[in-house]
Nanobody, 125 residues
């Protein structure tokens, strides 16, 4: 199983980026999928998740700014990030898990079985 995250880079405050997470040897539609991030010196934190039932959850800081989605035909998870802030600078990780609840998005790291390698997002002021 491989999750390949991409789309990171540099953006100015107020700008947008779209992250992608291409999956191999698993079907994103059959898994709860999520995005986490980790800033330097900080713990990994939850960003957004979509359950196997397509229910979505966002951490409070990202509600209204970020949009999680998946395209089953491309077997890819996305994170559209808008209104970026310098404090959004971090390495962003995608993750997949299919244990536990079918309906509820997975919001903690231990609920996930597979992780991508991360993609760095840097937002300048």
């Amino acid at each position: 199983v491989q999750l390949q995250a991409s789309g990171g880079g540099m953006a100015q405050a107020g700008g947008s980026l779209r992250l992608s997470c291409a999956a191999s040897e698993l079907t994103v539609g059959d898994y709860g999928m999520g995005w986490f991030r980790q800033a330097p010196g900080k713990e990994r934190e939850f960003v957004a998740a979509i359950s196997r039932a397509d229910r979505i959850s966002y951490a409070d800081d990202f509600e209204g700014r970020f949009i999680i989605s998946r395209e089953n035909a491309k077997n890819t998870l996305y994170l559209q990030m808008n209104s970026l802030k310098p404090e959004d600078t971090a390495v962003y990780y995608c993750a997949a898990g299919n244990s536990g609840s079918y309906y509820h998005p997975k919001v903690v790291p231990y609920e996930y079985d597979y992780w991508g390698q991360g993609t760095l997002v840097t937002v300048s002021s």
